[in-house]
């Protein structure tokens, strides 16, 4: 089985909840995708990094940095078109334990 997301995490209170839906909604095996911004610049590239080192607990993480450029056309001016290019990341998480991270546990109490 497989989950695939998007830009999920804007505040570091998500990290937890989006963890736990993950680890009880995949069978041991199961792949969770996560596309998200790559920049340092932005502030949710703190929690994706939290997010990460808690899904090393309980799986195998890759990483894959890959850039995504996006073209705009600009209905005013015929032929024109602008350029776009972000710094995206592919976070590939393996499920290989079925239990609860340690790092969430400390932060229930």
């Known amino acids: 089985d497989a989950i695939i997301g998007s830009d999920l995490l804007y505040e570091d209170v998500a990290v937890a909840p989006l963890l736990e839906t993950v680890r ?26 939290s997010l990460i080192s808690k899904m090393r607990e309980i799986g195998n993480v890759q990483i894959k940095p890959f ?3 996006a073209y705009e ?26 239990q609860q991270p340690s790092s969430l546990l400390r932060e229930e109490i």
């Open 24 to 49: 009880k909604s995949l069978a041991e095996g199961g792949k969770f995708f996560l596309f998200a911004p790559a920049s340092r610049a932005l502030s949710r590239t703190a929690h994706v990094e």
């Open 67 to 69: 850039r995504l450029h």
């Open 73 to 98: 056309s600009d209905h005013s001016e015929p032929g024109q078109s602008s350029k776009e290019q972000m710094e995206l990341q592919l976070i590939v998480f393996q499920k290989t334990h079925s």
